[in-house]
């Protein structure tokens, strides 16, 4: 998940049919091909931009900063991995998702640039994996704004040009609540797993 704003980037398994009247998105059966192949009824992993979070003023007195525990803890066994490399700027991407693409419980975000250096890091964690949608793009934002109603999550976004971090908890019918602070604070938080764990584990898993 990458947060811009008030608006937020989740990576889901969904399957883009024409829309149908009424007819809301509904959940598929996620299929379970043989270990290292790609099934013929495999679904779409694809990134769709929803507003979930809303408006927030993050915290950055030390005091906030000192108290915040998020109310998600990290989960990162397993994890699977997709590297992109863009054209243009030569930007990489790298996504590693926990326990995997499917069942992401918690999913984390790296950008590097031309260079091979980490220009943004995000990790996000939720109390419920996501789930795999099948609808039209107005349905599936619609089936991802109710779910995401649902779901407490904790989220990390460290952006190392600007040395800007922040790590709030959203979601679920509850307040949101947001630190900011230089990236070396945040990402060294113990309360936060740390994220420099995280990242290591990410990076070695992706080969990056």
């Known amino acids: 998940m990458i947060i811009f704003g008030n608006k937020t980037l989740i990576v889901i398994a969904v399957a883009i049919v024409a829309c149908s009247s009424g007819q809301p998105a509904t959940s598929i059966?996620?299929?379970?091909?043989?270990?290292?192949?790609?099934?013929p009824?495999?679904?779409?992993?694809?990134?769709?931009?929803?507003?979930?979070?809303?408006?927030?003023?993050?915290r950055s007195d030390q005091a906030s900063i000192d108290?915040?525990?998020?109310?998600i803890a990290p989960f990162d066994?397993?994890?699977?991995?997709?590297?992109?490399?863009?054209?243009?700027?030569?930007?990489?991407?790298?996504?590693?998702?926990?326990?995997?693409?499917?069942?992401a419980r918690t999913s984390v975000t790296m950008t590097f640039d031309s260079a091979g250096h980490m220009v943004r890091f995000n990790e996000r964690h939720s109390d419920r994996a996501n789930e795999a949608y099948r609808g039209c793009a107005e349905q599936l934002d619609s089936a991802l704004q109710a779910h995401t109603r649902v779901t407490r999550s904790s989220t990390v976004q460290l952006d190392f040009v600007l040395d800007q971090g922040l790590a709030l908890s959203s979601g679920a019918g509850k307040p949101t609540i947001a630190i900011s602070a230089p990236v070396r604070?945040?990402?060294?938080?113990?309360?936060?797993?740390?994220?420099?764990?995280?990242?290591?584990r990410s990076r070695k898993l992706c080969g990056v």
């Open 185 to 200: 604070v945040i990402e060294r938080l113990a309360r936060l797993g740390p994220p420099t764990e995280r990242m290591a």
């Open 67 to 71: 108290a915040y525990v998020p109310d």
């Open 77 to 103: 066994s397993g994890g699977e991995c997709n590297v992109l490399r863009t054209g243009g700027n030569g930007a990489t991407i790298v996504s590693a998702q926990y326990p995997d693409r499917l069942h």
């Open 29 to 39: 059966p996620v299929p379970q091909p043989a270990p290292g192949q790609r099934g």
């Open 41 to 58: 009824n495999d679904v779409l992993i694809q990134t769709r931009r929803v507003d979930v979070t809303g408006s927030f003023s993050p």
